[in-house]
């Protein structure tokens, strides 16, 4: 029976990258300006304060590029492609943050917005931006799951996390060429209704319309969520000892991993549906309470893995 070994999480060998960690302190600093732009700024770009936008971003971004610096640095050495690619990461998304910056600066939407040919340039830029952070965040997935990380369990879940990331990622090109229902606006984010209806507290997103950034959001942060619960597993096993078992926390993990991505195929479905995330039908329920029974079987099916052994040996 394979149990907890001192290899479970690596010791940090690679070194942090230091670019996305400057990047994501400089992202920190801009969050604090744009909630303070949004408490002083009382201007409104595309339904939302001008200042919302650049708040959730910079958000993301700090999250984004501390999972993958941490992800990274658990290589036995560092990469030098890897390094490369991280680096393209952090000025493709220096371009996105002054662009959106300088259009909030200049009171104009900076998504989508075709409204002048500077706009439209800008707007060209941003998208070729994100096409270029997809492109590198691949090449390093496809490095990081070609080899081994600490054990099994550790190992699937930086290949599950960055998988399910990936799809977060593309499905961002659900956005662009949607009707916006706006001259020389060439996409939206809303399903069933304009940009810039009414939106929850924090993230914006539509309370009366199906959108399209639930399931861009919700994908691409995996990165941060399934790496961090195999972790926490290992964190556990004092207070669990049945987690000493390898092949219960991959089960676990994989579980995890698998239930998340359904979720993000049910945010997705329930997004192109038009239908509001906190106001969900019986049919959006019912797949939900599938999924959740299934996560749920899966991890009894990964504990009744190790019921019956005679006993648990310690690393």
């Known amino acids: 029976m394979s149990v907890l070994s001192v290899d479970s999480l690596p010791r940090r060998r690679a070194p942090l990258h230091r670019p996305l960690l400057y990047f994501a302190a400089a992202n920190a600093v ?14 409104v770009v595309a339904g939302s304060t001008a200042w919302f936008k650049p708040a959730k971003f910079a958000i993301s971004f700090v999250l984004y590029c501390i999972a993958l610096a941490w992800l990274m640095s658990l290589r036995p050495k560092a990469s030098r492609l890897m390094g490369w690619m991280a680096t393209v990461i952090v000025v493709a998304g220096v371009i996105e943050q002054l662009i959106i910056v300088g259009q909030v600066v200049r009171g104009m939407r900076s998504h989508f ?51 399910i990331t990936l799809v977060g990622l593309a499905l961002g090109n659900l956005m662009p060429g949607r009707e916006s229902g706006v001259d020389d606006i060439v996409g939206a984010h809303t399903v069933g209704a304009p940009d810039g209806t009414p939106g929850m507290p924090l993230t914006g997103w539509s309370t009366t319309a199906g959108d399209l950034r639930i399931p861009h959001f919700f994908g691409m942060h995996a990165l941060q969520a399934v790496p961090l619960f195999a ?47 906190i106001h969900p039908d019986q049919t959006t329920l019912t797949a939900a309470a599938a999924i959740l029974t299934g996560v749920v079987a899966g991890a009894l099916i990964s504990v009744a893995t190790a019921i019956g052994t005679r006993k648990v040996v310690t690393a």
């Open 30 to 43: 801009l969050a604090v300006v744009a909630v303070i732009g949004m408490l002083v700024d009382d201007r």
């Open 113 to 163: 917005n075709m409204t002048t040919v500077f706009d439209g340039v800008l707007w060209v830029i941003m998208g070729s931006t994100i096409i270029v952070l997809f492109l590198a965040t691949m090449v390093i997935a496809v490095q990081l799951s070609v080899i081994r990380i600490g054990d099994a369990a550790i190992t699937w879940s930086i290949r599950l996390g960055l998988a």
């Open 231 to 277: 972790a926490l597993l290992v964190l556990l096993v004092p207070r669990i000892p049945i987690l000493r078992v390898l092949r219960v926390r991959v089960g676990l993990v994989v579980t995890v991993a698998a239930g998340y991505a359904a979720a993000l195929a049910l945010v997705t479905w329930q997004a192109l549906r038009g239908q509001p995330l």
